[in-house]
Antibody, heavy 125, light 111 residues
Framework: DVQLVGSGGGLVQPGGSLRLSCAASGFTFSDYEMNWVRQAPGKGLEWISNISTTGSTAYHVESVKGRFTISRDNAKSSVYLQMNSLRAEDTAFYYC??????????????????WGQGTLVTVSS | QSVLTQPPSVSGVPGQRVTISCTGNSSNIGAGYDVHWSQQLPGTAPKLLIYGNTNRPSGVPVRFSGSKSGTSASLAITGLQAEDESDYYCQSYDSGLSAYVFGTGTKVSVL
């Protein structure tokens, strides 16, 4: 069975740093793009980062560019999110998610087919 | 911040049919990108419910169905059950933003 287990969340002061990890099992990790999605308490879902299968390409939403960095280690079947210069508005549950693609009519649309259990990051003094 | 618009809440009695709309624009759904739906039960991570507009992953009950037309999509629950009380999110891709985009989310209540 596919499993994604996130860890590394906690309480951090504004301006601080935190590194999230997500350990994958039950599938060939190096075959899939991986992402991080966050959800502020009581709010909706927000995609924040994507990384290619080899780790050579990464994308981040504008609000975290320059502060967050996604990376992966295919040998360890793990994906990471390094978060620096944290702000109060970064407080959220952070989910790692596997990406698959559905293709029709010449267009392929990515979707999140498996999610980790989420790890809570609280930014507060 | 969400690019796709959903109604905040929908409710129904057991056995009823309810639908949730997801409205986008010409940069996402209208550009030909497909729509996927996830269910998030209280206190848990989201779970894939529908992919590629109409397809159910293994294990998802047949009472869940999806459709897409133009710049919108819909999720229908036929024969509403108490365990369907949850939050539902649509998701697609936006070429203008070069980003994965989610809907605003809809809370389904079973009366």
């Amino acid at each position: 069975d596919v499993q994604l287990v996130g860890s590394g969340g906690g309480l951090v002061q504004p301006g601080g740093s935190l590194r999230l990890s997500c350990a994958a099992s039950g599938f060939t990790f190096s075959d899939y793009e991986m992402n991080w999605v966050r959800q502020a308490p009581g709010k909706g879902l927000e995609w924040i980062s994507n990384i290619s299968t080899t780790g050579s390409t990464a994308y981040h939403v504008e609000s975290v560019k320059g502060r967050f960095t996604i990376s992966r280690d295919n040998a360890k079947s793990s994906v990471y999110l390094q978060m620096n210069s944290l702000r109060a508005e970064d407080t959220a549950f952070y989910y790692c998610a596997r990406v698959s693609r559905y293709c029709s009519g010449g267009t392929c649309t990515p979707y999140f087919d498996y999610w980790g259990q989420g790890t809570l990051v609280t930014v507060s003094s | 911040q969400s690019v796709l618009t959903q109604p905040p809440s929908v409710s129904g009695v057991p056995g009823q049919r309810v639908t949730i709309s997801c409205t986008g624009n010409s940069s996402n759904i209208g550009a030909g990108y497909d729509v996927h739906w996830s269910q998030q039960l209280p206190g848990t991570a989201p779970k894939l419910l529908i992919y590629g507009n109409t397809n159910r992953p293994s294990g998802v009950p047949v009472r869940f169905s999806g459709s897409k037309s133009g710049t919108s999509a819909s999720l229908a629950i036929t024969g509403l059950q108490a365990e369907d009380e949850s939050d539902y999110y649509c998701q697609s891709y936006d070429s203008g933003l070069s980003a994965y985009v989610f809907g605003t989310g809809t809370k389904v209540s079973v009366l």
